[in-house]
């Protein structure tokens, strides 16, 4: 099978390696549809990949024996090779499984890990039907476009009677936009990209706050009558906008954190927590149960379209991955067979 591959600093490449086999409960899936997502700072980084991706959609084509899925089953593939046995992979939470699987140890082979490959493996239980009529590009959106931000506002129940502040309008940030006005609520976004503003007035954002203006926290509260947002979610993994979250969310408020982030954020415990009552979450995935109603975003939604700017070849690779280097796109779908 064909696979991409990073080979240096913005030097990505289409190489051929074995096709991955079906082994107990793993079964083999043809990818039709592998969307990107944070390979590019590892392109522009100069850092060497073999196995790039998380995300996709496709069809079963090989299973060794009977389980969950059958060959010709339509398919979203979920991310990690997680137990499938611990108590947070039985309740749905297995994003954050104590014992996953190295799947090179139990297949035998390094390959079918990829995303951004024709073919991968996967146990059959991380494996939710896409219901008919849903193409394979908008069913791959049920992976990290519309995922993170999807389990964040579960966990905020936010609703039609919310105020959110969405900081970082990137691909996760327009999938949080599209799940935030799914669920009717008002939308501040805080972005600077004109593209990405641009894409999110299309999308229904009431107001855009330029975090680079010394006055953007005021200028939210001008927006709240100024009490602060109701929600705030960070898709950037910036401390500035992290703190401008904590900031600006209402007394009693909501804030949580899908940016990816490992520099230190101060939080002051009686100013922002005690006093101010936050609750201050960090969300990774959504849980397996509420794959169904993630669907329903998906096959609803009238934004749906809007939140692929750019769907590729694999063939082209490159230009994919310069592309998503320029910040000028929602998500960019690959397609392996092309
Ligand atoms: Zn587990
Ligand atoms: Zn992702």
Known sequence: MK????????????????????KEDWVVVKVHAAPMCTEYKAFVAGHKGEFLGHEAAGEVVAVAQPCRVKVGDRVVVMPLYPCGKCSFCVSGEYIHCERSIDPAKFTGSPEGRATMAQYLVKPSWLLPAIPEGVSYERGSLACCALGPSFGA????????????????????????????RFRGARAII???????????????????VDP????????????????????????????????????????????????????????????????KGLTIIGSWHYNLSDFPALMKVIRESPLIDLLISHVMPMSRIQDAFELCASHQTAKVVLRPWE
């Open 212 to 275: 680079r203006e010394s006055n953007a926290l005021k200028q939210i509260m001008g927006l709240t009558d100024g009490r602060g947002v109701d929600c705030a979610l960070d898709c950037s993994g910036t401390v500035q906008a992290e703190r401008l979250c904590i900031d600006a969310a209402r007394r009693k408020g909501k804030v949580a954190f899908v940016g990816e982030c490992t520099d230190p954020l101060p939080i002051r415990v009686s100013p922002d927590l005690i006093r």
């Open 190 to 208: 805080v972005e600077s990209v004109p593209w990405r503003v641009e894409r999110a007035k299309q999308m229904g954002a009431a107001a855009v």
């Open 3 to 22: 696979k991409a591959v990073i080979l240096g600093e913005r030097k990505a490449a289409i190489v051929d390696v074995p096709d991955p086999q079906p």
């Open 153 to 180: 506002f579960q966990a905020m129940r936010l609703s039609a009677f919310d105020t959110v502040l969405i900081a970082g309008l990137g691909p996760v940030g327009l999938g949080a936009l599209v799940n935030a």
